[in-house]
């Protein structure tokens, strides 16, 4: 009985149907350019724009932040075109240079949440960005939020990696450079989003892991995968229900055979009914399905779909095309790719 409850459950979170077990090498997606010449790009999102009437195209409006040089930078492309990207605006540390970002997300249509790391770890903080609409982007108000913690609570060194958010919350995921991580999380309303606070929910995280990538499913499941400290050990799969959210129980955990994850995101396109998981690694793209493990315990299975080197964040449009940031080898040589065929 709890077996049977516990393959249902897994398949609703994971919204996966049947999949193939391996795609051969010859069968790895197409992976285009689409834009080139960014420096260090992560925080990549998409702010689905309206029809273009002018040629009943539709197009997106793309955001990417330039870890280098601290630039937010958007550009609209349509399904066939190239990217010209153009800044939106300089994020900058309270000493007046330019601060890294490390991950974004469109909390609504003029929202854009982006994690920002500075030379100082006691500032580091959410950008919340207010950005106008049309097709030329501008920030009309800036909004730093920082973290709240409990005065005992060490400053930690590290980094955010991913950002997420809910209906009623935003979340975010940062890891220290022993390896270790936290979860924070911020309450989002029509007024504003407040502090960053520790999330109790971590506790119950896998030991000597850290939170890398963050989303959210349609259930209000937060769902990160954990790194761990020791490269032998298997990252895990852990989903936050919204009552383990306000600190009720404990995440359900699954291993994740990936190494080097640096981000996951649901496909908004049903296939062919629930909404499938997906998530970049440092060598591509792979799709996460729902398993069963010879033990008969549910378990995952991972299907690489297209080779990538180093990429660092994934968007998805609303009608499933999928853009990747790809860091690059050197400086200014980053890019934006799309990635086609069917997923």
Same mark, same amino acid.
């Given at each position: 009985?709890?077996?049977?409850?516990?393959?249902?459950?897994?398949?609703?979170?994971l919204?996966?149907?049947?999949?193939?077990m391996c795609l051969?090498?010859? %069968?790895?997606?197409e992976v285009?350019?689409?834009?080139?010449?960014?420096?260090?790009? #992560?925080?990549?999102?998409v702010?689905?724009?309206a029809?273009?009437t002018?040629?009943?195209?539709?197009?997106?409006?793309l955001f990417?932040c330039?870890?280098a040089t601290?630039r937010?930078?958007s550009a609209t492309?349509?399904?066939n075109?190239?990217? @010209?990207?153009v800044?939106v605006?300089?994020?900058?540390?309270?000493?007046?240079?330019?601060a890294?970002?490390t +991950?974004?997300?469109?909390?609504?249509?003029?929202?854009?949440?982006?994690?920002?790391n500075e030379?100082?770890d006691?500032e580091?903080?959410?950008? =919340?960005?207010?950005i106008?609409d *049309?097709?030329?982007?501008? =920030?009309t108000?800036?909004?730093?939020?920082?973290?709240?913690?409990?005065?005992? +609570?060490? =400053?930690l060194?590290?980094?955010?990696?991913?950002? $997420?958010?809910?209906s009623?919350y935003v979340?975010?995921?940062?890891?220290s #450079?022993?390896?270790?991580g936290?979860?924070?999380?911020?309450r989002?309303?029509?007024g504003?989003?407040?502090?960053?606070?520790?999330l109790?929910t971590a506790e *119950?995280?896998?030991d000597e $892991?850290?939170?890398v990538a963050l989303?959210m499913?349609?259930?209000?499941y937060l #769902?990160?995968?954990y790194?761990?400290?020791d490269?032998?050990?298997?990252?895990?799969?852990?989903?936050? $229900?919204?009552e383990?959210?306000?600190?009720v *129980?404990?995440? =359900?955990?699954?291993?994740? @055979?990936l190494a080097?994850?640096?981000?996951i995101s649901?496909?908004p396109?049903?296939r062919p009914?629930?909404?499938?998981?997906?998530?970049? +690694?440092?060598?591509?793209?792979?799709?996460i399905?729902a398993?069963?493990?010879e033990?008969?315990?549910s378990a995952?299975?991972t299907?690489?779909? $297209?080779?990538?080197?180093?990429?660092t964040?994934?968007?998805f449009a609303?009608d499933?095309?999928?853009y990747?940031?790809v860091?690059g %080898?050197?400086?200014?040589? *980053? %890019?934006? #790719?799309?990635?086609?065929?069917e997923?």
């Open positions: 009985m709890v077996l049977a409850f516990e393959r249902t459950w897994l398949r609703v979170l919204a996966l149907a049947t999949a193939p051969a090498d010859e %069968s790895l997606l285009t350019p689409i834009a080139e010449g960014l420096d260090q790009p #992560v925080g990549l999102v702010r689905p724009a029809l273009d002018r040629n009943d195209q539709t197009v997106d409006q990417v330039e870890a601290g937010v930078l492309i349509g399904r075109d190239s990217a @010209d990207f800044p605006t300089m994020l900058v540390d309270a000493g007046g240079a330019s890294a970002p +991950a974004a997300w469109f909390l609504d249509r003029q929202t854009l949440l982006v994690a920002v030379a100082n006691q580091r903080g959410i950008r =919340v960005l207010q106008s *049309g097709p030329v982007a501008a =920030v108000r800036e909004q730093q939020i920082g973290e709240l913690l409990p005065q005992k +609570a060490p =400053v060194v590290g980094s955010y990696r991913s950002l $997420a958010a809910g009623r979340y975010c995921a940062f890891q #450079v022993d390896g270790g936290r979860l924070l999380r911020a989002h309303t029509a504003g989003v407040s502090g960053l606070r520790l109790a *119950g995280a896998p $892991a850290a939170p989303a499913n349609d259930r209000g #769902v990160a995968v790194s761990p400290i490269p032998q050990a298997p990252s895990q799969l852990a989903f936050i $229900a919204p383990l959210i306000a600190g *129980g404990l995440p =359900v955990l699954l291993d994740l @055979d080097s994850v640096v981000a649901y496909s396109m049903p009914v629930e909404r499938r998981l997906y998530a970049l +690694a440092a060598d591509g793209l792979y799709r399905d398993a069963i493990d033990r008969g315990r995952t299975r299907t690489k779909l $297209a080779e990538l080197t180093d990429p964040a994934m968007a609303a499933g095309t999928l990747v940031a860091r %080898s050197i400086a200014a040589e *980053g %890019s934006v #790719v799309r990635i086609d065929g997923l």
